[in-house]
């Protein structure tokens, strides 16, 4: 297995990411802001498009803990990079910020889009998709 890990931002806004390859399959952990911690897993399997059989699409199963709201994080990252590179892929993402502000949130989000744009590449680096 072969790992690689990622940050982007500073303070409470800096996000970690550690990324596993097991095989040609990828799990990603993601944590960040003051508590890191595990708040939803996203488990993305690749297949056709039901719109264009000759496109890559994906279909996840999410699992969250109570009163998490990482959900939608890790659904998103897992179905993009299930999709883009047409391999397996768990995602873990557990962001926490006390007494959040819209900006906060906007903040986190940002870096947490810049991460996930940093693994892709890292991800087409590795040539593992077919």
Known sequence: METQQFVKGMDVYKISATVILCGIDV?????G???????AMGLASPRPSLQNKDVVSAS????CVLGHKDDLLARAAALRLASKFNVNVVVS???HLDNA???????LQTN???IIVEIEKWLLIQKLYF
């Open 93 to 95: 993402v557990g962001l």
């Open 33 to 39: 802001g003051e508590k890191s911690h595990i708040g």
């Open 60 to 63: 996840v199963s999410v699992l």
């Open 27 to 31: 799990a990603v952990i993601i944590g």
């Open 101 to 107: 502000t819209t900006e906060d949130i906007e903040k």
């Open 112 to 114: 947490f889009e810049a």
